[in-house]
Nanobody, 125 residues
Framework: QFQLVESGGGLVQPGGSLTLSCVAAGAPLDYVAIGWFRQAPGKEREEISCINSGGGSTNYADSVKGRFTISRDNAKSTVYLRMNSLKLEDTGVYYC??????????????????WGQGTQVTVSS
């Protein structure tokens, strides 16, 4: 049973940067894919990035490609989301999710089994 805890959110000006962390407890991360999702005000939750269990495969939504970078440190049971050049539209609650998954790619968003409680990111001048 996974417990996921996100941290690193906050208030940042447009063009600024933040790094979110997703720490997993309860089981090793070695065979787990992690996705980062975002829910903006009044919108549905969307997947913005994912990383497979080995870390060799990553995906990004078009809206964040080139600005966000996902990475993982299995020894620390942590997955990171580095967010650069933040825009107003990046505002939202960011969630990480886990799926036990040994595949070479990421699972589809609907297959994630475990979710964190979310961390708020607000981009505002």
């Amino acid at each position: 049973q996974f417990q996921l805890v996100e941290s690193g959110g906050g208030l940042v000006q447009p063009g600024g940067s933040l790094t979110l962390s997703c720490v997993a407890a309860g089981a090793p991360l070695d065979y787990v894919a992690i996705g980062w999702f975002r829910q903006a005000p009044g919108k549905e939750r969307e997947e913005i990035s994912c990383i497979n269990s080995g870390g060799g495969s990553t995906n990004y939504a078009d809206s964040v490609k080139g600005r966000f970078t996902i990475s993982r440190d299995n020894a620390k049971s942590t997955v990171y989301l580095r967010m650069n050049s933040l825009k107003l539209e990046d505002t939202g609650v960011y969630y990480c999710a886990a799926k036990p998954w040994a595949g070479s790619s990421c699972p589809l968003p609907r297959y994630y089994d475990f979710w964190g409680q979310g961390t708020q990111v607000t981009v505002s001048s």
